[in-house]
């Protein structure tokens, strides 16, 4: 792993970085508590289609995890996102540049069988070597990510049994994968938060519960607020966060355990 | 209003109280913080069918908004439920009892439009009662009612003004009394969290959507758990909690509102 910019703000370490793998480069970022020692707990996290790892949502959410709950956190671009976007769409403007990028990602999901499976090569070289760092540590690890982090992410959260809680979402058991998320959503085995948008135009609410259902776990719940795809509301990120720190922080795991 | 049994324990004074209204008398618990002073929030809490006002559930809830979050909270008992049990029902063995009580709810249910009115006229007596005591006062009053506590409650809180925040669930757009459940739930207006269990036997999945999606106001979610009617996770409970106290306490109204 290569680090480049490396800036520090409101108690928030973050560092951008860069891993080869398979001939090409992840690109992510890491955010951290200054001067920290592992181990403790890492959350990635899966941005959607037409954003990068730069989202301000994304951004966001990691610095409240790090900054309030002393986690550590990154995130990378997905295919033809972020940094890995072709060089003939970076010259673009920002909107239609949005654009391209979903519609290049749809294509990909449609035409591409290896492009899931690269995707979770790639989190879990990221993971890899976030683990061996000692600011990380091999501390328990949650996800989150929807839409395309959860298209992306399931399979990952499926695949990688570090993965001990996940937050999923606006994302529905349907689309050219479906069989595969079928049968990743049964694999999974812990904890999930599925979050719902009761009027979602891309992923209807009939087959956002029939993924709830699909998933293998029994500790699951399913938030539903109102409002479209992307009209998340704030009260969903207090969840998320709530969800992630009750699932993977030290102290509110002993408290569960009773010791 | 008279006031019985009067007990404290670990911080919580619960007293019991009828009133008379209508050549009746209503049965009720009161749950404070001994010697408070008010206003402060208010939770009425209607109990499910076979059960009553001293329902472990009901107690355990009542006691942890006083005790954790000063507030008060009061239960009355349903129809033909808790004191207002038919004489020739009272002798029966436990089981027995509550087998009745939800057999003689539903049949009234089905054949008796008064008893919807009586029991909202019986929670508007008790809260103008309650409002008018020191200990209480006029403070901001939320809903807290599953199932039954729905069934009774839902028109209520369509029919209070102020009552500014319900936790309803456990219940869907469907029985004797649906065409009234719907015009309800269009009336309110304030914030709902809507509790449901994916594996309801006694109201589907798709009802209690219907329900969600019937209600007129914006600021609803609704929380999907696994299970059958009965087995409401504890984690339903704490996220009722966690928005009543984001609704009516005023520390966090005076964030909301940035002041």
């Keep these: 792993m290569r680090f480049d910019a490396d800036t520090t703000a409101a108690e928030v370490r973050e560092r951008s970085f860069s891993l080869q793998r398979a001939g090409r480069d992840i690109s992510g970022l890491l955010w951290t508590t200054p001067g920290a020692d592992g181990p403790r707990p890492l959350v990635l996290i899966g941005h959607g289609a ?3 790892k730069r989202d301000d949502y994304v951004v966001a959410l990691a610095r409240r995890l ?8 990154a995130a990378i671009d997905g295919p033809v996102h972020g940094d890995r976007t072709p060089a003939s769409v970076v010259e673009l403007a920002p909107d239609e540049h949005r654009r391209l990028a979903l ?29 061996s760092r000692p600011e990380i540590g091999a501390g328990p690890v949650g996800w989150w990510g929807l839409s395309m982090g959860t298209i992306l992410g399931l399979p990952f959260v499926a695949a990688e049994r570090r993965v001990e809680a996940a937050v999923l979402g606006l994302m529905g058991l349907t689309g050219p994968t479906q069989a595969r998320i079928a049968a990743d959503a049964a694999a999974v085995r812990g904890p999930v938060l599925l979050l719902v948008q009761s009027d979602d135009e891309l992923f209807c609410r009939a087959d956002a519960l029939a993924l709830f259902d699909a998933l293998g776990t029994g500790d699951k719940r399913l938030y539903l607020h109102p409002g479209r795809h992307s009209a998340l509301p704030a009260e969903a990120f207090d ?3 709530r969800f992630l720190v009750e699932a993977l922080d030290p102290e509110h795991r002993r408290r569960r355990r009773g010791t």
């Design 66 to 73: 790090v900054r309030r709950h002393g986690m550590a956190a």
């Design 50 to 52: 037409s954003g990068s």
């Design 103 to 131: 519609l290049r990602f749809s294509q990909l999901w449609a035409g591409d069988p290896t492009m899931t499976d690269e995707m979770v090569a790639d989190w879990r070289a990221t993971l890899d070597d976030l683990s």
């Design 239 to 241: 969840a998320s966060v």
